[in-house]
């Protein structure tokens, strides 16, 4: 395990034997896409991590790390679990594969993870790699190859929380662009939930909750009839999570 | 912090500023309790908890915790969020409230704890102090004392994962003894909510839900008319769960 970081000519010391992993949500074209690493000179990926600072809290940690990534200051973000056997994975594997990129000697302890997911505006996140590795890019949730590490057992955590927390978190205020129509929002919940909805059904009941506004706006450059666009009624969004409301969908 | 313990005669070696901590929910006369311990010598209480061995995972480690408190084995047992704030507590108030119990050096680092929920049968559990206590008591949680370090917040989270999750986990199946009335198992969501439910609404919900069976047995001892014994038709109440169906209540 790494102890310290050198930022600057800066010195930090860091918690021993504990990190941090990111599944990092956007969504676009109907799609829920998740931010992945590709790990130097090689064609393995990764969720986006990071060392915890002795001087900063587990929250900070995250924020820095997705700053760090997406160049975005305010992510909506929730700690959703610690992972913590004692072997994650196969380190014999994971020290040949990346010998070249980090020091097969400094895996010698286990290291225990705090995973959060972000959720992201999609169009406003500038994807960037950090030292280890070579890209950092967008993947459709249903293409993500095969994950190093125990990411893959993250990742579906993850989404396990995120479905969970779909009634109870402002989920859309964070996923969706400030304007959008009734059908971006029920193939984001279809994106989540990974099943189709009724529409019909699906417009009513958000409708009836209260939890949007219909602009006077229409949305331009789609095909057959322009849909009106609509936005949250961020105040009555809040009230009816708070009471669980949005169960139903 | 303790780097290392003593167990018999071998030392183990312990995962450095990372500990446990668990909120050990019981039901007994319709009340919603939770086990604490007294710290040698004074009037306080916390929640029980403990470090992390670095042979064992999290699970084993809050699964050890539980049955040196509780004597038991099989617990139902969730991990619901990881406390990690730089200062989580005034520390100069704690070294100078313990110090007789625990050297005041130990506590120059920062502890990070994983939070852990415990559901109990009530009538199965032998409370036991640990080493560092003189007492381990069943508190009503309405009159829980203020706890030392921040073991306060980490109730209040607990709670709200439980009600969270009451929807999702087989809560009363782990809370409740094998038989009940439907009286007691709505004393039980009520305890946990924090709010009244409408009888009438609340039998005819689980009755349709078919997650438990009425038995031929009524109870006895009680005034009024006997009430009728039920138990949870476990394979249906897990189904249910997992659709998220008992978010009625």
Known sequence: MIEKVSVGSEDIELVPQLT???V????HDNVLKILLLKWKGTD?????????????????????VLKERTGMDKIFLRQFYTFGKVQRYDTNDIQKQLAHVIDPKLWYQRAISIGYYALVDYE????????LSDECAWWDLSDVPQ???DHGEILEKALHALRLELSFQPIGLNLLPEKFTMPDMMRMYEAILGKK?????FQ?????????VKLKEVKKGVAHKSPFLYKFEEKRYKEVLKEGGLFFI
């Open 124 to 131: 406003e996140v500038f994807p960037n790699p950090d030292h």
């Open 147 to 149: 994950l190093l590490f």
């Open 204 to 212: 009513k009941k958000i409708l009836n909750s209260g939890i949007v």
């Open 20 to 22: 941090l992993d990111c």
């Open 24 to 27: 990092i949500f956007g969504f």
């Open 197 to 201: 909805i009724d529409p019909r059904n």
């Open 44 to 64: 393995l990926w990764s969720l986006p991590g990071g060392v915890i600072r002795q001087n900063e809290s587990l929250d900070e940690a995250a924020i820095r």
